[in-house]
């Protein structure tokens, strides 16, 4: 058993930077809202940068979104935006940031219609990408058809996480709860 092709042909700084992420978190089933919140906004804040600049501000990130509590951003204001914009430890792109704020609000009437974000996931599963993708984009700000992709691989939803050879493909699969197997 071997690591996946990426990052098997990453240099070795840029390695190290996804080493956790690539074992312990991408293509594992994640079971908190705010987590989940957290994927969707860093896969937000991705497109058109490297996975590694995503990584390398994850802690900057987590602090400026008060570790992504969907509660608290869903209530910022204009001053927390103006804060975000202005904090060299995230990625200060205004759709970016006005997509984190506009989709926690969204997530907050999702918990109350389907009891959790996680359970509307749960519900919608399984679809294609692109029944995915529609249904992203009908609901939330900012998601494409790549930021859908990685989002749903990187939660265990959509397969291609890992080569079916790399080490993690196994704990990936013990991992996900049966009827997410099939």
């Given at each position: 058993?071997?690591y996946?092709?990426?990052?098997?042909?990453?240099?070795p700084?840029?390695?190290?930077?996804h080493?956790?992420?690539?074992?312990?978190?991408?293509?594992?089933?994640?079971?908190?809202d705010?987590?989940?919140f957290?994927?969707l906004i860093?896969?937000i804040?991705q497109?058109?940068?490297s996975?590694t600049t995503?990584?390398?501000?994850?802690v900057?990130?987590?602090?400026?979104?008060?570790?992504f509590?969907?509660k608290k951003?869903?209530?910022?204001?204009?001053r927390?935006?103006?804060?975000?914009?202005?904090?060299?430890?995230?990625?200060?792109?205004?759709?970016?940031?006005?997509?984190?704020?506009?989709?926690?609000?969204?997530?907050?009437i999702?918990?109350k219609?389907?009891?959790?974000?996680?359970?509307?996931l749960?519900?919608?599963?399984?679809?294609t990408?692109?029944?995915?993708?529609?249904?992203?984009k009908?609901?939330?700000?900012?998601?494409g058809?790549?930021?859908?992709?990685?989002?749903?691989m990187?939660?265990?939803?959509?397969?291609?996480?890992?080569d079916?050879?790399?080490r993690?493909?196994?704990k990936?699969?013990?991992?996900?709860?049966?009827?997410?197997r099939?």
């Open positions: 058993m071997s996946c092709t990426a990052i098997l042909n990453m240099k700084a840029d390695e190290a930077v080493k956790h992420y690539h074992d312990k978190l991408y293509g594992f089933p994640i079971a908190d705010n987590e989940l957290c994927r860093l896969e804040n497109a058109g940068l996975w995503i990584l390398k501000k994850e900057g990130f987590r602090k400026a979104y008060h570790n509590d969907i951003v869903a209530s910022y204001k204009e927390d935006f103006t804060r975000l914009m202005n904090d060299p430890e995230i990625i200060r792109n205004r759709l970016k940031i006005n997509a984190a704020i506009e989709n926690a609000k969204t997530i907050l999702i918990q219609q389907y009891g959790s974000f996680l359970d509307w749960n519900h919608h599963h399984p679809l990408k692109a029944e995915w993708v529609s249904l992203f009908k609901t939330f700000k900012f998601t058809g790549e930021i859908v992709n990685e989002f749903l990187s939660t265990g939803y959509l397969p291609g996480a890992h079916e050879d790399c993690v493909f196994r990936i699969l013990k991992s996900k709860p049966k009827w997410m099939d």
